[in-house]
């Protein structure tokens, strides 16, 4: 179970800007694979997401390379980070459903952090992106609180989106510990990035 003060600390996740603007070549040539570790323990509101949503978690993609980085995978990724960004507004669990950690897709045009990334994952995949290099990620702010974040692997390294920043950031220049996220080979299984530290949000032991 999540803490109480643990759930609320991660139930807003606020809000990014809009703006789409860089070219992938400047952007992606300083990014750096994420070193991962061992399997580890999946995040309560995943579990739940799971046992909902079986199919979308037991999917084990053949092809683990990277996505190759092009002008194209990079005009998708930004468009889609800002799209979701603007259409999303940001609302807590416990407002929308009354609980906490309830991660599920925002048809309603409302959700959490969770649920931008999962409608982010969603709309790459429908455009070709694997599974395998859409990850859903959990990180540390500088403030001590939760996130999720969707993370892309690709040729030039693993990019962030999220909901608080209008860019895509290379993963090692957003500010954030990160703590774990899904395994390449598997959906329903999460790995620990090294060097991170314990995880804030709750998760099924």
């Keep these: 179970m999540i803490s109480s003060m643990v759930a609320r600390k991660l139930r807003v ?14 952007a992606a040539s300083a990014a750096e ?7 580890t323990s999946q995040p309560i509101g995943h579990y739940d997401f799971c046992k909902t949503n079986p199919a979308e978690c037991s999917i084990r993609p053949g092809n683990l390379a990277p996505a190759t980085m092009t002008g194209a995978l990079w005009r ?13 507004k940001a609302m807590s669990d416990y407002d929308i459903y009354g609980r906490d950690e309830v991660w ?5 045009g409302i ?6 990334v999962l409608e982010k994952r969603r709309e790459l995949n429908r455009m070709g992106v694997s599974y395998a290099d859409l990850l859903i990620t959990v990180v540390r702010k500088p403030d001590g609180e939760g996130h999720a974040v969707l993370t ?3 040729s030039k390294g693993d990019y ?14 957003t500010g954030y ?8 080979d598997n959906t329903g299984r999460w790995v620990s990035i090294r060097d991170g530290q314990q995880v804030l949000v709750g998760a099924v032991q």
Excluded: H
């Design 111 to 116: 959700g959490d952090c969770e649920d931008y």
């Design 76 to 88: 998708k990724i930004l468009s889609v980070n800002a799209n979701v960004n603007a259409t999303v």
């Design 177 to 184: 510990r990160f703590l774990k996220r899904q395994a390449t």
């Design 33 to 39: 694979p994420m070193a991962t570790g061992g399997p």
């Design 13 to 26: 996740c606020g809000v990014a800007g809009l703006v789409i603007s860089g070219g992938w070549a400047t």
């Design 160 to 173: 962030v989106l999220d909901n608080l920043n209008e860019k895509v950031r290379s993963w090692d220049r």
């Design 152 to 154: 892309v692997r690709t």
């Design 104 to 108: 599920a897709y925002p048809v309603k």
